[in-house]
C-alpha cells in the first residue's frame, strides 16, 4: 500500500473515497465539508438529507457514504470528529473517525481513499495530536496493506503538511 502526503483541496483529488470532516448535522457545514458540497453539487447533500431521515444524524466518531456527486472521487465517506475541549476521550472518537471511515471504504470494494486533517479546523484539535492519532489509526488498522492500495493524507494548511512531513519520515 502506498501513503502519499499532498498538500492541497481534497475535492480536486482522483481517488475511489474522499473523507470529509462533517457534522452531525450532514448538511454541510464551512471549512472542508462547505468546499466538497460545493464542489461536488446538489445530488451530494440530497443523499445525505435521505440518509439522516432513514437513520437520524451521524454521531462523533461514525461513518456514512455517498456517490461523489461532480467530484472526481467516485464516493465520499462523511465522518464526524471530536470537537476538541481537551477531554481524553476525544482522542478516541478522532481514531474512530478515520477507522469507521476506513471500514466502510473496504465494505464498498474501495481500493484508494484521501483524508482531509479532521478535526483540526473549526473543531480545533491540536494539529500534533492530531496527526499522531491519524496515521496510528490508519498504519495500524488490521491488513491495511492487503485491503488497500493507496491513502492519501491532504493537508490544506502549511502547519498540517509540516507536522505529516515530520511524521511519515
Ligand atoms: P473540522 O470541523 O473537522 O475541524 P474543518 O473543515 O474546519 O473541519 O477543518 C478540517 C481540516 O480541513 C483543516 O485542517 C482545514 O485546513 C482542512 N481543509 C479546509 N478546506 C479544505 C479543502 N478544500 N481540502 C482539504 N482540506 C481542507
Not at 462547505?34 to 439522516?52: Q, S
Not at 496527526?131 to 493537508?155: H, Y
Request: negative net charge.
Amino acid at each position: 500500500m502506498t501513503v502519499q502526503l499532498i498538500r492541497g483541496d481534497i475535492t480536486k483529488v482522483e481517488a475511489d473515497a474522499i473523507v470529509n470532516a462533517a457534522n452531525s448535522s450532514l448538511l454541510g457545514g464551512g471549512g472542508v465539508d462547505g468546499a466538497i458540497h460545493r464542489a461536488g453539487g446538489p445530488n451530494i447533500l440530497e443523499e445525505c438529507r435521505a440518509i439522516v431521515a432513514r437513520q437520524g444524524k451521524c454521531k462523533t466518531g461514525e461513518a456514512v457514504i455517498t456517490s461523489g456527486g461532480n467530484l472526481p472521487a467516485k464516493y465520499v465517506i462523511h465522518t464526524v470528529g471530536p470537537v476538541w475541549n481537551g477531554n481524553p476521550k476525544e482522542d478516541e472518537l478522532l481514531a474512530n473517525a478515520y477507522i469507521n471511515s476506513l471500514k466502510l471504504a473496504i465494505e464498498h470494494g474501495i481500493k484508494t481513499i484521501a483524508f482531509p486533517n479532521i478535526s483540526t479546523g473549526i473543531y480545533r484539535f491540536p494539529k500534533e495530536r492530531a496527526a499522531e492519532i491519524a496515521l496510528d489509526a490508519v498504519l495500524d488498522f488490521p491488513m491495511i496493506g492487503e485491503k488497500l492500495d493507496k491513502v492519501v493524507f491532504v493537508c490544506f494548511d502549511e502547519e498540517n503538511f509540516n507536522i505529516y512531513n515530520e511524521m511519515l519520515k
